[in-house]
Nanobody, 125 residues
């Protein structure tokens, strides 16, 4: 059973930064494509970004490009989401997810096999 546990959420002022972590209990973490998604109240879940198995390629939603950075440490079974220049519209529950499909990470949540429980990020204006 693969388990994902997010941490690092909290309350931050607009313009501030947060770093989310997602610890993955999997024997072969490096075989998973990893993604980050978010869901704001009353809105659908949306893709934030994703990272390849090696960490060499990253993909971002236009809304966060240039502000958010995804990285992973395969030795620590952990993926990170560094969020800078945060805006109130970034307020949401953030989820990490893992998929085993071959190829580039999907921007669709339906492609992901495992999900974390989510961590709340609140950005004040």
């Amino acid at each position: 059973q693969v388990q994902l546990v997010e941490s690092g959420g909290g309350l931050v002022q607009g313009g501030g930064s947060l770093r989310l972590s997602c610890a993955v209990s999997a024997r072969t973490f490096s075989s998973y494509l990893m993604g980050w998604f978010r869901q704001a109240p009353g809105k659908e879940r949306e893709f934030v970004g994703a990272i390849s198995r090696s960490g060499g390629s990253t993909y971002y939603a236009d809304s966060v490009k240039g502000r958010f950075t995804i990285s992973r440490d395969n030795a620590k079974n952990t993926v990170y989401l560094q969020m800078d220049s945060l805006k109130p519209e970034d307020t949401a529950v953030y989820y990490c997810a893992a998929e085993m499909r071959w190829g580039t990470p999907s921007r669709s949540g339906n492609a992901y096999d495992y999900w974390g429980q989510g961590t709340q990020v609140t950005v004040s204006s």
